[in-house]
Each structure stands twice: as C-alpha cells, then as structure tokens.
C-alpha cells in the first residue's frame, strides 16, 4: 500500500469510529428521552391545541408544546438558552464525562429561531436588567450559555441554517471529532416556535397547516404544525468503556440555488446528497430513511421522487417522526437523529404514526417495530429554507 493509500485508510477508520454515546430530548413527548421512547413505542403523538399560543387567528392550530414550562424558565438567560443548558447537563451526565472532559469539549448550538421570544419582548421570568439587552437579540447566547454554565472551556460555534441547522451542527461536530482536533463534542439545538409573531409569519408565507391534516405525504397536506424541542447529544471517537448508542458514520451537505423557499420540481440537491449518504457504507444495509417531511405540499410532491431516484430501485422503509413530534425548525433534524439513536441503541426502529399515507412513489412506511441487526444503516435528511440539505448515516454497533 503506498503513502496515500495509507492516509486514505487512516482517513477512513478515523471517519467510521465517531459514535453517539448520549443523547437528552425534549419535545412535545416528554421531558426525558424515555418519555419520548415510550411514545414511538406506543405510536402515540402530542400535537394538540395549547395556551402558548395566544392569537385567536391560530386557535384551531394543533402544535408541539412542552408537557411543562419549567425547562425554559431562568432569570439569567433567554427560554431557548435556558432549555439548552438542561438537556446539555443531562447528555453529558448520561455519557459519564468527568469535569476535564468537559472542559476540553468542542461545543455547536443550533437554532432557527434563537432566543425569539426574547427578541420580541416576552418571557417575563427573565430579570429585567439592562445588562441583558444585548443578549436579547444574540442567536449565540445558545451555546454561551452551555459554555458559562457547565464548564465547557473547547471552542464553541452557534450554526442557524434554518430547519438543516441542527444536523450541520451535528455534522460539523463529526468532522471536528473524527479529524481529532476535538476530543470529544456536544451538540445542543433548540427551537421555541410557539410565538404569535413568528406564527403569523409562518401563516403568511403558506408554510402552517390550514386544513389540520396531519400526514404529510397526503395530497391533502397543507402544511406544517410548529412545535418545541431542545436536544443535545454527545459525539465521541473510539469512545473505549463508554456507551455507544449509535456510529455516526458520514455527514454530507449541498444547496439547491433555486429559492428562498422552495426546492425545485426535480427535488434539487436531495438526491445526490443522500445518495452520497447511502453509500458511505454499504448500501445494500440501508434499511429505513427518516425524510424531513414537513407536511407543505411542495416537500410532499417532490422530496420522495428525489429520494426514490437516490436509492437506485432498493427496498428502504420510509420513518417520518414530524406527525408525533411536529415540525421544531432547527431543532428537528437533531432531535431525529437523537431519537433514532436511542431506539438504535436497542436494536430497533418506532413504527410511524398509524394511519400515515405512503409517499405516492410507492415507498412503503414503517407500520411495525422494525428489529435491527449490528451494522444496519439509517440515513437522515434535513432541508432548510434556501434549499440547503444535509444528511447523516448512522449505523448500529
């Protein structure tokens, strides 16, 4: 083997011994990630109507709201900040890390929307100081926070690319990981939708349901249901005595350069990012895809087309988790891959809502539990506005 051989060996191992070895969620399913585990399990959704929503133009709009307020709530920092340093506190609690460890890990916050309810004068928990003002409108305060609060001494980035931003993150973290110049990383992404302002924003640009059809490759979805989320989880090489919970085993990301809002009737980069993604690894292991399917009849028309053609006639199940947990924005993409590496974990993969339509493609969806066996593959896609996707490829251990 010459030279070059060997670094693209060396390259290639150091790429495929990146594990997830904690995750934490929070989402209109639970507070914990059990919680949430039990819902999947129970093929049992949260989306309903809720008193955070105020505006009488979305009081028939079904959402994702925590089961609880108290994870959002601080007097130092903003709701998002808040509910970023929690689920970060417990991720590294369940991967064991000591407080060097901590101090020595790389940090990446992802949000679409940030500290929102802030920007727009909300969240009265918060102390009225004039010292926070600046804060206030700070996408980073996200990641300072987790910084400030536990210890974390690494280099922190905050990624916002819209609904994508937390599998980037995700996928930066794995590139910094695998490379070796970090040690070890956290990922953090939270989004806190649930704001009139923001609604009306959603409303007027046709993104939100208007019809309340949960099932978004039916011909008759009409859009989204918003909802919360805060998630983290923990990214470690080699990873010897830890607890794996899943390989994370490539990331891949493109733009479309079509529109600020929509992908292209040919489905833009979807096709060759995720078919980068599936054969990363062996191909024919790909057993299910976790598409972003948001509900809004342009991802519905198109998304499955592009994913069909990316899997060159194999037989993948389809697992959209949007109809259980709703739409978190920038949150989304993590939280998916966080609850697919909890079920991984297990050997196994939830069953999709009942009741769900098939994407018209003819791609069958997940209507059991689906056991999993030691190098089965899942590949998760997320697209965000401005057509930028990213996908990920996990594998069990």
């Known amino acids: ?86 689920v970060a506190a417990a991720a590294m609690h369940r991967a064991g890390w000591t407080p060097e460890q901590i101090r020595e890990t790389w940090l990446y916050g992802a949000s679409s929307r940030g500290n929102a309810g802030e920007i727009l004068g909300m969240n009265a928990w918060r102390r009225p100081l004039r010292k926070f003002s600046a804060s206030n409108t700070m996408h980073c305060e996200i990641p300072a926070a987790v910084s400030i609060e536990l210890g974390i001494h690494g280099p922190w980035q905050m990624i916002s690319n819209g609904c994508s931003s937390g599998l980037d993150a995700l996928g930066m973290a794995w590139m910094a990981v695998a490379s070796g110049v970090a040690p070890r990383a956290l990922v953090v992404a939270v989004d806190l939708p649930l704001i009139d302002a923001l609604l009306q924003d959603f409303q007027d640009t046709g993104l939100l349901s208007t019809n309340g059809v949960n099932d978004p490759f039916s011909l008759q979805t009409s859009g989204f249901f918003p909802a919360e989320a805060a998630v983290a989880v923990t990214l470690e090489r080699d990873a010897s005595g830890r607890p794996k919970l899943c390989r994370l085993e490539h990331y891949s990301a493109n733009s479309d350069a079509y529109d600020t809002l929509m992908i292209p009737d040919d489905g833009g980069g979807i096709e060759s990012c995720v078919r980068t993604a599936l054969h990363s690894g062996a191909p024919d292991k790909v057993v299910a895809i976790c598409p972003h399917a948001t509900g809004t009849l342009n991802h519905a028309r198109v998304e499955p087309p592009a994913l069909l053609r990316a899997l060159d006639g194999r037989h993948v199940s389809f697992l959209p988790l949007k109809p259980q947990t709703g739409h978190t924005l920038g949150a989304s993409g993590l939280l998916d891959v966080a609850l697919l590496a909890a079920s991984m974990a297990e050997h196994w993969l939830p069953a999709t809502l009942p009741g769900l339509t098939p994407p018209a493609c003819g791609l069958p969806l997940i209507e059991s539990p689906l056991h999993l066996s030691a190098g089965d593959r899942v590949v998760k896609l997320a697209s965000g506005m401005g057509g930028h996707n990213a996908a990920v490829s996990l594998r069990v251990v």
């Open 1 to 86: 083997m010459g030279c070059a051989g060997v670094v693209l060996w060396l390259y290639r191992i150091m790429m495929e011994n990146v594990f997830i070895t904690a995750v934490e969620t929070a989402c209109v399913l639970g507070l914990r990630t059990e919680d949430c585990l039990d819902a999947l399990r129970e093929r049992r959704g949260g989306l309903a109507l809720s008193s955070c929503v105020s505006g009488a133009g979305f009081a028939s709009l079904p959402v994702g709201a925590f089961p609880s307020r108290e994870l959002v709530k601080g007097r130092r920092y903003g709701a998002a900040s808040n509910a970023a340093v929690k």
